[in-house]
């Protein structure tokens, strides 16, 4: 077993390490070993943390593929062992329990936060737009204390921010940011007791939204593309002014495609996680609609499917489709119109498989 699952370990990295997973809508390498493996993000985590440790720690790889130590152990030890007192700590980590080297490991990576002093003076705040109107600038100075919860709350929510496909290495860190600060005032404004003050109001063409043919634009701010309005349109707080060609509005959107509160926990208890097959991401889902809100399609239960900001992203902006089966299960496209279908490969059909006490079961 012990050589086995260092074989597993090892298999993991080389797959992460040559980017299999951008392809089978994960988010990124973890995500993708918790879907095909089935297990949880959590574990895949810690899998492959220690899959990259072991390589520069052979005695610890040792004690595993020799028994001496079991695959919890390892992964625990692999999170604070290094090459110069691995040997001390394979004969320790065999004597105590898996909790008590948890534990070591949890004190060793500790980070102590520093002091903080209080400036209020020079605070401030302030964002325009740029010329060409898509993009939004935002600046801010704020004193040490504040800045700390600041940057703390963002970042934070940034480790659970989704990466976007092509935004998975470092570079991207002040992008996951970026995406964090939206989420916050995105949640903020959905749980506004005013809902006349708090909604962004989008201006489109029609065509734009039936063919995607020309921008839209925020009131007071800038252009969006068509596939970004039909996203907002779908689940935040938004009210669409629907305009001919002339500027003229020929429609008002409703102010809100949430479900009513007595329906959104129906929803949630029916759902419960991304139904993205084998995400299971519980933080930043929506709900969307399969048949577009804009397009006509109910907010009822059968017409719904809630999703991660992620998943939701990938259907408007990224070509992926879903469908809805008459069975109730949700069945995803890729951009190439072809099912998706997560986690290992069947059984071929040919193959016998063996039961218990080495009974053949027929295929």
Known sequence: MGAHHRELLRLILEAAEAGVWRDWGARDPVHWVSMRLGISYWKAQRWLWAARALESLPLVSEALVGGELSIDKVVELARFATPEDEARLVAWAGGVSVGAIRRRGDLALARSVEPVREAHRSRSLSWWYHEDRTRFGLQAELPAAEGAVVARAIDRLAERVPAMPGEEDGRYLEARRADALVALASARLGQDPDPDRATVVVHAAAEALSLGDRGAEVEGGGVIHPETARRLLCNARVQALVEDGAGNPIRVGRLTREPPAWMLRQFRQRDRECRFPGCGTRWFTQAHHVVWWERGGPTDLHNLVLV??????????????????????????????????????PPRPTRERLGHFGNRIPP
Request: with cysteine.
């Open 308 to 345: 991660c900001g992620f998943h939701h992203r990938l259907v408007h902006e990224h070509g992926w489709r879903i469908r809805l089966g008459l069975d109730g299960g949700v069945r995803w496209y890729r951009p190439d119109g072809g099912l998706f279908r997560s986690g290992p490969a």
